[in-house]
């Protein structure tokens, strides 16, 4: 079974633009979460998509924004890119959200903002 | 979620068990505990998880306390490969799929 993708593996954004990064879920799987991850700041939550709805979110400005098709697949989208924002992005799917059900990760999207 | 608490690093032999400790005092009778680990340049991998009792896969064993406060990655051999930073995540009803990860124990194995 394919693992979890996500497109594109790299990126080098300007200041001030905006960014859509895609998460391809494991066939199957429900649900898909996304984080950033920096060196300041390691893993940190961004949100999470079940059924195509939002069901948790982290804390991150209204620029981080997210959505979820009827296929599972997801995108997340940075509006006003900062400086800040260079980080690489996690997706992971997992069959359904809960605490039993572990989560796969793949393999991130580098982001450098100049 | 509730808070975890693992030692920064730890050191281990190729081919010796590595036992990876983490507290957990404040667990409700609800969270999970998961584990994952990062190796460099990779994303996150999961790597087991339980409830109460003692649980094994092809990768590792968990050893939960019996009060739950504490528990134990047990890596049975480890190679270079298992060289890794080790998260220990709990994961209650309300967390969704939401993983709250910390420091987490970064691993080195010698040769």
């Known amino acids: 079974k394919a693992g979890v993708t996500q497109t594109p593996r790299y990126l080098i954004k300007t200041r001030g633009q905006q960014v859509t990064l895609s998460c391809s879920p494991i066939?199957?799987?429900?649900?898909v979460s996304w984080y950033q991850q920096t060196p300041g700041q390691g893993l940190q939550f961004l949100f999470e998509y079940f059924s195509e709805t939002q069901r948790n979110k982290g804390n991150f400005p209204g620029r981080f924004s997210g959505r979820q098709f009827s296929n599972s697949r997801s995108e997340m989208n940075v509006s006003t890119l900062e400086l800040g924002d260079s980080a690489l992005y996690l997706c992971?799917?997992?069959?359904?959200?809960?605490?039993?059900?572990?989560?796969?990760f793949g393999p991130g999207t580098r982001l450098t903002v100049t | 979620d509730a808070k975890t608490t693992q030692p920064n690093s730890m050191e281990s032999n190729e081919e010796e068990p590595v036992h990876l400790p983490c507290n957990h005092s404040t667990i409700s009778g609800t969270d999970y505990i998961h584990w994952y680990r990062q190796l460099p340049s990779q994303g996150p991998e999961y790597v087991i998880h339980?409830?109460?009792s003692n649980v094994n896969n092809r990768m590792a064993s968990l050893a939960i306390a019996e009060d739950r406060k504490s528990s134990t990655l047990i890596l049975h051999r480890a190679t270079l490969r298992d060289a890794a930073v080790y998260y220990c995540i709990l994961k209650g009803e309300t967390s969704g799929s939401r993983l709250t990860f910390g420091e987490g124990t970064q691993l080195t194995v010698n040769p």
């Open positions: 992971a799917s997992s069959l359904y959200a809960g605490a039993t059900y572990e989560q796969y």
């Open positions: 339980g409830l109460t």
């Open positions: 066939s199957g799987h429900r649900s």
